[in-house]
C-alpha cells in the first residue's frame, strides 16, 4: 500500500517569485494515523524520515534552476506501518529568468486593422530541422490565444491559452513535453493566433484593445542531446506569418471560419511560404509567469436533446437540454451556397425560437445597445470538414442554425464543455428530486463560470466580479479542489489594487472597467474588495493551507487599512458622523436584492449603505486578526485588525439597533 500524491505551486507573489512544489498526499487505504513521512527525487534531493503527522503542502526546494526536471516520491509510517513508495509526481521548474528566452516576441503588420469582433486569427510558421533528442519541450506563450501544432499535429490540449491574466503586468507560459511529436528531420513548427482576452472584446462595455493593439507570440523549442539543453526553433523576423481560414475571433462577439480557405499545406515542410509576410519584432515588457492553476480544456460532450425546426423550416433550434459554457462542434456538409450561421442562447420565445433579447446590454454605461453575441459562422469547403471554434466561448442551452442545407439530426452536432479543469471532491444527493435538481443547478452554475476565471456570467459580461467569487468560492471549494484556481485569480486582484489598498470590482481589470475610467468610481465596494480577505480564509478552512495567507497578508490589510481610515474619516452627508461607520464611498449593498429594482442609478450610487459596508468591515477585520494568529505574527500585527473590528462592531451597533456597549467581541466565521 502507498500513498497518493498530488502537487501544488505556491509562491511569494504574483509574478512568479520564491515560488516552489508543494506535495500533499492521502494515506494509503486503511490507515487513520500518520507518524511520519519521507519525501525523495530522482535527482538527489531526500529531506529523510521526517516524524509528525504532517502531510499537506510540504515545499521541495527543486526550483532552484532553470530546467531542472525531478520525478518525487513519497514514503509514510502510519498504524499500519511502513508504505511503500508512492508512485512518482514530476516536477519541471521549467524557464525561471528572462535571460532563460533566447526566443524573441514577434508579431504581424497589419495595414488594416478591422473592426473589434471582426479580426482574423493568423499563422505563424517555421521550419527547422529536429536532431535526434532524449526529450523536447515548447515553450510558448502569447498576448491574444495560441494553438500550435508541429506536423499538424496539435501540442497539447490545452485551451484558450496562455489564460487570462492581468495582462499589464504578466502573462503565462505554458509548457508541452513534445518528445513524441518531434523524429529527427525538417519539422513545421506552426502557431494559429488570435484576439482573446488581450486586444479582443471585453466586459460589459464590449471593450477592445484593452490591454494592446498588437498580437504577439513568443515561442521556443527546446531538445535535450546529452548533459544540455538546445533552442531547435525559436520566435524571430525569419518567421512566416499570414492571414487563417478563421476570418474572425473573439470571445464575445464569436468565430468565423471560411473553409475555402483552408491550406492543407501549412504543415508540410515543402510548402511554400514566400508570398506570406515577415514576423514583425515585438518590443514586450511584461513578467512571464508559470501557470499555478489547472488550464482550461475541453471536459465533456454534450448530445442534444432535440432539433425543432423554426422560421418556417429555414433554420433550426439545437436543444442541448442543459445550460453549459463552451460552444458547438459542427460535421460540415458539401459545398454551401450560404453560410451556415450558429446563434447561441439561453431562452426561447413563445414561437419556439431563439432569443436572446434579455441578454442584450442596452445601459447608460453603453453609448448604444449592444446586441449579445455569441454567433459562429462557417463556409463550407468541399465537404467532409468538422467546424469546431476554439477560439471563443459562449454561454447557453439553444443553438439556431441557419443555413445549412439539411437534414440536420442530433448526430451532426456535439456540444462541448469547456471549462478549468478542476478535480471534482464533492458531491451531494437525497431523497428529495427537487433538492437534487437544485444542486444540480448549482453544479452546472459553477462550471459555467470557471473559464481560467470566476466569473459573473458566461455569455455577456463574462467578468472576474471580485463579489460573486466572495460569495461563492466555500460552496466551490465544496464542490472541486479550486485552491489553485483562485490562488492564479486572486494573483490578478492583488496587482489590480491600488496604491491606496482600494480593490477593484474585478479582476483582471480591463482598463476602461478601471481606476482611471469612467466607472472608476464604482471601485472599492464593500463585499466585493473583500474578495482578498474572505478567499483565502475560506480556502484556508477548506484545505490547511496557509502559504495563501502568506501570500495575500499585505494586500488583505492594505484594504483593511483603507476601509477602516474611510470609516473613521468620513461620514454620509445624510447623516451625524459616527466613527467607524462605513458610510461614505459607493458600495453595491445588498445587490439583486429580491423585489428592488434599481430604476435611477445614480441615486443608487449616493445611497447610504453602511448597514452592509460596516458589516463586513467588521468581519474581515475580525477574519485579518485571526490570520495573524494562524501565522503566528507578532501581537502588534494582530491587534491593530482586532480593535478596527470591535470599533467597527460598535458603530454598526450603535447606529442601526440604538445600542451602547464597548464589551461585544468578534471572530470570523
Given at each position: 500500500?502507498?500513498?497518493?500524491?498530488?502537487?501544488?505551486?505556491?509562491?511569494?507573489?504574483?509574478?512568479?517569485?520564491?515560488?516552489?512544489?508543494?506535495?500533499?498526499?492521502?494515506?494509503?487505504?486503511?490507515?487513520?494515523?500518520?507518524?511520519?513521512y519521507r519525501v525523495r527525487t530522482d535527482d538527489g534531493f531526500d529531506t529523510g524520515r521526517v516524524d509528525g503527522p504532517v502531510q499537506l503542502f510540504v515545499r521541495l526546494p527543486v526550483f532552484d534552476r532553470s530546467r531542472r526536471s525531478a520525478a518525487a516520491r513519497v514514503k509514510v509510517w502510519t498504524d499500519l506501518g511502513e508504505s511503500e513508495w508512492s508512485e512518482p509526481v514530476r516536477l519541471e521548474s521549467g524557464l525561471l529568468e528572462e535571460v532563460d528566452w533566447s526566443a524573441r516576441w514577434i508579431g504581424v503588420a497589419e495595414a488594416e486593422r478591422p473592426a473589434a469582433g471582426f479580426r482574423p486569427a493568423y499563422w505563424f510558421r517555421?521550419?527547422?530541422?529536429?536532431?535526434?533528442?532524449?526529450?523536447?519541450?515548447?515553450?510558448?506563450?502569447?498576448?491574444?490565444?495560441?494553438?500550435?501544432?508541429?506536423?499538424?499535429?496539435?501540442?497539447?490540449?490545452?485551451?484558450?491559452?496562455?489564460?487570462?491574466?492581468?495582462?499589464?503586468?504578466?502573462?503565462?507560459?505554458?509548457?508541452?513535453?513534445?518528445?513524441?511529436?518531434?523524429?529527427?528531420?525538417?519539422?513545421?513548427?506552426?502557431?494559429?493566433?488570435?484576439?482573446?482576452?488581450?486586444?479582443?472584446?471585453?466586459?460589459?462595455?464590449?471593450?477592445?484593445?484593452?490591454?494592446?493593439?498588437?498580437?504577439?507570440?513568443?515561442?521556443?523549442?527546446?531538445?535535450?542531446?546529452?548533459?544540455?539543453?538546445?533552442?531547435?526553433?525559436?520566435?524571430?523576423?525569419?518567421?512566416?506569418?499570414?492571414?487563417?481560414?478563421?476570418?474572425?475571433?473573439?470571445?464575445?462577439?464569436?468565430?468565423?471560419?471560411?473553409?475555402?480557405?483552408?491550406?492543407?499545406?501549412?504543415?508540410?515542410?515543402?510548402?511554400?511560404?514566400?508570398?506570406?509576410?515577415?514576423?514583425?519584432?515585438?518590443?514586450?515588457?511584461?513578467?512571464?509567469?508559470?501557470?499555478?492553476?489547472?488550464?482550461?480544456r475541453r471536459i465533456e460532450e454534450i448530445r442534444p436533446v432535440a432539433v425543432r425546426p423554426v422560421r418556417g423550416g429555414s433554420a433550426v433550434v439545437v436543444d442541448f437540454g442543459q445550460n453549459f459554457s463552451g460552444w458547438v462542434r459542427l460535421a460540415c456538409p458539401g459545398p454551401a451556397v450560404s453560410p451556415i450561421t450558429l446563434s447561441h442562447g439561453e431562452w426561447l420565445g413563445r414561437d419556439g425560437d431563439l432569443t436572446t433579447a434579455h441578454l442584450d446590454v442596452d445601459l447608460p454605461v453603453v453609448p448604444e445597445p449592444l446586441p449579445l453575441g455569441q454567433v459562429d459562422q462557417v463556409v463550407p469547403g468541399s465537404g467532409g470538414e468538422?467546424?469546431?471554434?476554439?477560439?471563443?466561448?459562449?454561454?447557453?442551452?439553444?443553438?439556431?442554425?441557419?443555413?445549412?442545407?439539411?437534414?440536420?439530426?442530433?448526430?451532426?452536432?456535439?456540444?462541448?464543455?469547456?471549462?478549468?479543469?478542476?478535480?471534482?471532491?464533492?458531491?451531494?444527493?437525497?431523497?428529495?428530486?427537487?433538492?437534487?435538481?437544485?444542486?444540480?443547478?448549482?453544479?452546472?452554475?459553477?462550471?459555467?463560470?470557471?473559464?481560467?476565471?470566476?466569473?459573473?456570467?458566461?455569455?455577456?459580461?463574462?467578468?472576474?466580479?471580485?463579489?460573486?467569487?466572495?460569495?461563492?468560492?466555500?460552496?466551490?471549494?465544496?464542490?472541486?479542489?479550486?485552491?489553485?484556481?483562485?490562488?492564479?485569480?486572486?494573483?490578478?486582484?492583488?496587482?489590480?489594487?491600488?496604491?491606496?489598498?482600494?480593490?477593484?470590482?474585478?479582476?483582471?481589470?480591463?482598463?476602461?472597467?478601471?481606476?482611471?475610467?469612467?466607472?472608476?468610481?464604482?471601485?472599492?465596494?464593500?463585499?466585493?474588495?473583500?474578495?482578498?480577505?474572505?478567499?483565502?480564509?475560506?480556502?484556508?478552512?477548506?484545505?490547511?493551507?496557509?502559504?495563501?495567507?502568506?501570500?495575500?497578508?499585505?494586500?488583505?490589510?492594505?484594504?483593511?487599512?483603507?476601509?477602516?481610515?474611510?470609516?473613521?474619516?468620513?461620514?454620509?452627508?445624510?447623516?451625524?458622523?459616527?466613527?467607524?461607520?462605513?458610510?461614505?464611498?459607493?458600495?453595491?449593498?445588498?445587490?439583486?436584492?429580491?423585489?428592488?429594482?434599481?430604476?435611477?442609478?445614480?441615486?443608487?450610487?449616493?445611497?447610504?449603505?453602511?448597514?452592509?459596508?460596516?458589516?463586513?468591515?467588521?468581519?474581515?477585520?475580525?477574519?485579518?486578526?485571526?490570520?495573524?494568529?494562524?501565522?503566528?505574527?507578532?501581537?502588534?500585527?494582530?491587534?491593530?485588525?482586532?480593535?478596527?473590528?470591535?470599533?467597527?462592531?460598535?458603530?454598526?451597533?450603535?447606529?442601526?439597533?440604538?445600542?451602547?456597549?464597548?464589551?461585544?467581541?468578534?471572530?470570523?466565521?
Open positions: 500500500m502507498m500513498p497518493m500524491v498530488r502537487a501544488e505551486i505556491i509562491g511569494e507573489d504574483a509574478l512568479g517569485r520564491g515560488q516552489e512544489p508543494a506535495l500533499c498526499w492521502w494515506l494509503p487505504d486503511g490507515a487513520s494515523v500518520q507518524h511520519a517555421t521550419t527547422f530541422d529536429a536532431p535526434p533528442a532524449e526529450t523536447a519541450r515548447l515553450f510558448i506563450t502569447a498576448l491574444g490565444l495560441y494553438e500550435a501544432f508541429l506536423d499538424g499535429q496539435r501540442v497539447g490540449d490545452v485551451e484558450l491559452a496562455p489564460g487570462y491574466t492581468q495582462y499589464r503586468a504578466r502573462v503565462q507560459y505554458q509548457a508541452y513535453d513534445v518528445t513524441t511529436l518531434l523524429p529527427p528531420g525538417r519539422r513545421v513548427l506552426a502557431v494559429l493566433l488570435a484576439d482573446g482576452w488581450y486586444r479582443g472584446q471585453v466586459g460589459l462595455p464590449r471593450a477592445a484593445d484593452q490591454y494592446g493593439r498588437d498580437l504577439a507570440l513568443r515561442a521556443q523549442l527546446e531538445v535535450r542531446t546529452g548533459p544540455g539543453w538546445q533552442v531547435a526553433a525559436g520566435s524571430g523576423p525569419a518567421w512566416r506569418v499570414a492571414p487563417s481560414h478563421i476570418t474572425a475571433a473573439d470571445l464575445i462577439g464569436g468565430q468565423r471560419e471560411d473553409h475555402r480557405r483552408l491550406r492543407a499545406g501549412v504543415h508540410d515542410a515543402s510548402f511554400d511560404d514566400r508570398a506570406w509576410d515577415s514576423a514583425v519584432v515585438r518590443d514586450v515588457e511584461v513578467a512571464i509567469v508559470r501557470p499555478v492553476a489547472p488550464p482550461v468538422v467546424f469546431e471554434p476554439r477560439f471563443t466561448t459562449h454561454g447557453f442551452r439553444y443553438v439556431r442554425v441557419e443555413g445549412h442545407p439539411g437534414p440536420l439530426d442530433t448526430r451532426d452536432v456535439t456540444g462541448v464543455v469547456v471549462h478549468s479543469d478542476l478535480r471534482r471532491t464533492g458531491w451531494f444527493s437525497c431523497s428529495d428530486e427537487r433538492v437534487n435538481r437544485l444542486h444540480e443547478a448549482v453544479v452546472w452554475s459553477l462550471r459555467s463560470n470557471i473559464c481560467d476565471i470566476p466569473t459573473d456570467c458566461p455569455q455577456r459580461e463574462r467578468a472576474g466580479w471580485t463579489g460573486d467569487w466572495q460569495v461563492f468560492a466555500p460552496t466551490a471549494a465544496y464542490l472541486y479542489d479550486v485552491l489553485a484556481f483562485t490562488r492564479k485569480w486572486l494573483g490578478d486582484v492583488v496587482l489590480d489594487q491600488r496604491a491606496d489598498g482600494c480593490v477593484a470590482n474585478m479582476s483582471p481589470c480591463p482598463p476602461a472597467e478601471g481606476f482611471d475610467g469612467p466607472l472608476g468610481g464604482l471601485h472599492g465596494s464593500a463585499g466585493w474588495g473583500d474578495v482578498v480577505v474572505s478567499a483565502p480564509w475560506d480556502l484556508y478552512q477548506a484545505y490547511g493551507d496557509t502559504s495563501l495567507l502568506r501570500e495575500t497578508w499585505g494586500a488583505m490589510t492594505a484594504w483593511v487599512r483603507f476601509a477602516a481610515t474611510a470609516a473613521a474619516s468620513g461620514r454620509h452627508p445624510g447623516r451625524a458622523a459616527v466613527r467607524y461607520l462605513w458610510d461614505t464611498g459607493f458600495h453595491w449593498g445588498e445587490w439583486l436584492e429580491p423585489g428592488v429594482v434599481v430604476t435611477d442609478f445614480p441615486a443608487f450610487t449616493r445611497a447610504d449603505k453602511s448597514e452592509v459596508a460596516t458589516a463586513y468591515l467588521c468581519r474581515s477585520a475580525a477574519t485579518v486578526a485571526r490570520v495573524a494568529e494562524v501565522l503566528g505574527l507578532p501581537e502588534d500585527q494582530r491587534r491593530p485588525y482586532q480593535v478596527i473590528a470591535e470599533r467597527a462592531l460598535e458603530a454598526w451597533r450603535r447606529d442601526h439597533l440604538g445600542e451602547r456597549s464597548s464589551r461585544w467581541s468578534v471572530r470570523p466565521n
